[in-house]
């Protein structure tokens, strides 16, 4: 049962060989115009996936438009015909003008799956074909794989990226399928939409309507009776003798579906040796099962020795679509396929089978241990998958593994309604409306380190904003769909056309770092740069070395701000040397800090705050909390952790949590969780004003937290033992921070427990306490003058009075 193979090398030789092709395709798509009602769909799975269910609703829901369906070879376009599209040879001269000329293109694959010379200036949607397990496109080091020196396998890569520009619209099954489509295409996460698996939809109805799902077995073991026929008709020619006959397979016999992934081209490792055959038939004798063998339709396997009264062969060329079918089968055996998310919806069971796990990790590489797929459940040779498959007839069994398909299913599917189509052609529809009439004029945009936090002084300009301007549209920049924005907000993904239409068209924009994506701001508009942090460590301008190209960066970046907000007379200073900030500067306090000033009760914290905070992040009741918040590095960005928090956390004894806060730009790169139930990563936790209302005492390097917890007089130490390097090499501090410091500055992990140890045993009154109460005192006067709990306020009464607001 071999097919005709596929391995990245070659593919991506072809590609490099026809650069001269795209180069004139492009010009030529300059002066071709495009039909908007003309739409070209294709797959590399034929007339199938989820670019046929999205077609099939057009036709249903727009008769007016025109259907081409871009083929590889006649039977393609037979079917093509069957379901009332026009057909069209993929690689032909008509199939490059159909291309060129529709308005909408639809893949599941890549651009190859039309023609891939007429894509360019057409509206693009990529459905994909299945929840990414294994690592994809520019993710995996297989897919740029090519012979040749490094300047040929960089300018692949650019080909790579540059192809995943033009795609206008991927479609993703969940938010954690979203996250690897958008690592993998290197696009911006508003690129991506979560909407639901259209090549789903009929499994899901299945999964709501057991009748459905019954058609489905009905279809398959006809199928199956067809296939075996012609099986043992061609072997009847071979041997001479007359062995046709089709399967039997009896109403209350199960299916059972074996569905091994493609892997590159290479055979697939899990053929059964002669003994593993008789070993496969006899179980399923015993559970009176039928095994279906389905490889994947780029892979290679020679099943021949298995197959038999109880297994049997469903190949691409019996039904090239097997997810609708998915329904006819009571399990499903597979390794990395993303078949298994699919049948996840079905709540049965799925048998994991990995004979070459290690292996495949290191060359293809998984977006996450198979073992927590499939909750440490993966057989590696057949005789533990038949050890499984003798555990279905076990109904506690059977009923665990239901539970892992359900708890699959919930992770990877966020739409279970069969609707995923209608909501891609409602999202391609809306994607081309006008943007004018996306966005309201008064509008207001927040953003937070670029998105990736809904936190600091935008969050708290936005409570402020809604509470005395409740009808006023507020949208919020986020790069996850995971991201939770305030009650009456609307989350935008960064990158995504109504984003770039907010930022175009809002009134305001209230932002605390760089604007970036080549950000003009119009005439009426009004940009409020918040920043997020008073400085210690140089910034811009201020910093060593700083090359040209970075300067006329940093000067344009400051001439989009019309206003800008200082925490403090050293601030503004800064800011004016540092950013070339030639406009108004409000010194107003910070806002972020309201809350945590309105929680003092004198010279501490409210209890009540604090236990507040403390339960949502997570903090056992009558623990002491140490709390670790390290800034990031410029000599490679990574997490840092020279404190080794996990340590720290069983040195300090069972009484003792630490709570663990990267730096924004160090989230990609790890975390600081683990099993050890002392130590809490609050590095996405979303107000860093619970962090600090947490802490009994605070560590920290050159991280600008040190000014926010003066308002709560949070005791601080300093683990500095990379200082002098810091100071004189990497940044350089903008004051004498080791004269003026509010609190030890450490260079040794033991000086930091010893210090946490003696606040435990003597509170506040601890001998290291006394020693710097002058300087924490000098701190708060200098650096947060104006941290009173009324920021916010005096930020929007100045917005109001200039007519912004």
Request: proline fraction near 5%; aromatic fraction near 8%.
């Amino acid at each position: 049962m071999s097919t005709a193979g596929f391995d990245f090398a070659s593919g991506n030789l072809s590609k490099l060989l026809a650069i001269p092709k795209y180069a004139l395709s492009l010009i030529l798509s300059w002066f071709v115009p495009r039909v908007t009602l003309r739409w070209v769909f294709g797959s590399g799975a034929g007339v199938g996936e989820g670019a046929l269910a999205v077609a099939r609703r057009l036709q249903a829901t727009q008769p007016d438009a025109e259907i081409q369906w871009l083929v590889a070879n006649e039977h393609e376009a037979d079917r093509a015909r069957a379901e009332g599209f026009t057909p069209v040879l993929r690689r032909s001269r008509q199939g490059f003008w159909a291309t060129l000329r529709a308005g909408h293109i639809v893949v599941t694959h890549g651009l190859g799956d039309v023609n891939r010379f007429g894509v360019t200036g057409g509206f693009i949607v990529q459905l994909w074909h299945g929840a990414p397990l294994k690592r994809l496109h520019l993710d995996s080091p297989v897919t740029t794989a090519v012979r040749g020196p490094a300047p040929v396998r960089a300018l692949l890569r650019r080909m790579y990226r540059a192809g995943s520009r033009q795609v206008d619209l991927y479609v993703a099954g969940s938010p954690v399928a979203a996250e690897r489509l958008r690592s993998a295409f290197r696009v911006a996460p508003g690129k991506v939409r979560v909407l639901g698996d259209p090549r789903d939809d009929a499994l899901a109805r299945q999964a709501l309507n057991p009748s459905e799902a019954a058609d489905a077995r009905a279809r398959v073991v006809e199928l199956l009776a067809g296939a075996d026929a012609d099986a043992g008709a061609r072997a009847g020619i071979s041997s001479g003798a007359n062995t046709s006959s089709g399967a039997t397979i009896a109403a209350e016999d199960s299916l059972v579906l074996y569905a091994p992934t493609w892997r590159d081209g290479e055979a697939d490792p899990a053929i059964p040796t002669a003994a593993e055959a008789e070993q496969i038939r006899g179980v399923l004798a015993r559970l009176g099962a039928h095994l279906v063998i389905r490889s994947h339709p780029l892979g290679r396997g020679a099943y021949d020795a298995l197959l038999g009264d109880r297994v049997h062969v469903l190949g691409a060329e019996t039904l090239r679509d097997i997810t609708p079918a998915l329904g006819a089968f009571d399990a499903v055996i597979t390794d990395y396929s993303s078949l298994a998310i699919d049948f996840a919806l079905l709540g049965r069971p799925i048998l994991w089978f990995a004979p070459d796990l290690a292996s495949y990790g290191r060359t293809r590489g998984l977006y996450e241990p198979l073992e927590v797929t499939s909750a440490g459940r993966v057989a590696l040779d057949w005789a533990g998958v038949c050890e499984r498959l003798m555990s279905l007839a076990v109904p506690s069994e059977h009923r665990t593994l239901a539970r892992e398909a359900n708890a699959l299913a919930a992770r990877f599917h966020a739409h279970t309604d069969g609707n995923s189509a209608d909501r891609v052609l409602t999202e391609i529809a809306r994607l081309r409306t006008p943007t004018a009439q996306l966005i309201p004029a008064d509008a207001v945009f927040f953003e937070s380190f670029y998105g990736r936090q809904v936190s600091c002084n935008p969050l708290a300009l936005d409570r402020e904003i809604a509470r005395r301007f409740p009808d006023r549209a507020r949208y919020w920049s986020v790069t996850s769909e995971r991201q939770t924005v305030p009650a009456g907000a609307v989350p935008l993904l960064v990158g995504g056309r109504e984003w770039f239409a907010a930022r175009r068209h809002a009134r305001l924009l209230i932002v605390n770092d760089w604007l970036r994506y080549g950000f003009r701001r119009r005439r009426g508009q009004t940009v409020v740069q918040t920043w997020h942090g008073t400085m210690l460590k140089h910034l811009a301008l201020g910093r060593p070395n700083v090359g040209w190209r970075t300067r006329l960066a940093i000067h344009r970046e400051s001439r989009r701000w019309n206003l800008m907000l200082s925490q403090n007379a050293h601030s503004t200073e800064q800011f004016r040397s540092s950013y070339a900030f030639r406009g108004e500067i409000l010194e107003s306090g910070y806002p972020r800090n309201d809350r945590l000033a309105r929680a003092m009760a004198g010279d501490t914290a409210n209890p009540v705050e604090v236990q507040l905070a403390r339960a949502g992040l997570g903090v056992p009741p009558g623990a002491r909390v140490l709390v670790y918040a390290p800034t990031w590095r410029d000599r490679g960005v990574t997490l840092v952790d020279d404190l080794d928090v996990r340590r720290l956390a069983e040195e300090l004894g069972e009484e003792w949590v630490v709570i663990a806060r990267g730096h924004t730009r160090t989230h990609a790169f790890g975390g600081y969780g683990g099993t050890d139930a002392r130590v809490i990563d609050a590095s996405q936790h979303p107000d860093v004003v619970d962090i600090i209302l947490a802490a009994d005492v605070l560590v920290t390097d050159y991280s600008s937290i040190m000014f926010d917890a003066a308002v709560s007089r949070t005791p601080m130490l300093f683990f500095v033992p990379d200082l002098a390097a810091y100071r004189d090499r990497e940044r350089g501090f903008t004051f004498d921070f080791e004269r003026v410091a509010p609190g030890p500055l450490l260079s040794e992990r033991a000086d930091v427990l010893a210090h946490a140890q003696v606040l435990a045993a003597e509170g506040r009154d601890a001998t290291w306490m006394r020693e710097y109460a002058a300087a924490a005192e000098n701190w708060r006067e200098r650096f947060v003058p104006h941290d009173d709990g009324h920021a916010a306020e005096r930020v929007i009464d100045a917005l109001v009075s200039r007519g912004t607001l």
